[in-house]
Nanobody, 122 residues
């Protein structure tokens, strides 16, 4: 499975960005993680195969929305009301095992994209 993330950039606080991640191959659970300089990679959001189940980190609930298009095999992260503390490299990731539950644990994810930089200025 290969993943190609895009959509990052520089935005002012309060602004919005939409990240996309196109996948090739088998995907089941799709997730987004972020990593700020000097910090460990953190869970952001995950979505099930059907899109019927989603899960968010507390820090992004109500601001970010994860969605997927299985025809395009693409996952999206709509990021609204961005804050300077959202600044990080954002990675998409895949759990390829069928019937896997949503997970916040990065070790559960089999494949990773290359990351896209999001910078929020104050």
């Amino acid at each position: 499975v290969q993943l190609q993330a895009s959509g990052g950039g520089l935005v002012q606080a309060g602004g919005s960005l939409r990240l996309s991640c196109a996948a090739s191959g088998r995907t089941y659970v799709l997730g987004w993680f972020c990593q700020a300089p000097g910090k460990e990679r953190e869970f952001v959001a995950a979505i099930s195969w059907s899109g019927g189940s989603t899960y968010y980190a507390d820090s992004v609930k109500g601001r970010f929305t994860i969605s997927r298009d299985n025809v395009k095999n693409t996952v999206y992260l709509q990021m609204n009301s961005l804050k300077p503390e959202d600044t990080a490299v954002y990675y998409c990731a895949v759990v390829s095992r069928s019937y896997s539950p949503l997970s916040t644990n990065s070790h559960e994810y089999d494949y990773w994209g290359q990351g896209t930089q999001v910078t929020v200025s104050s």
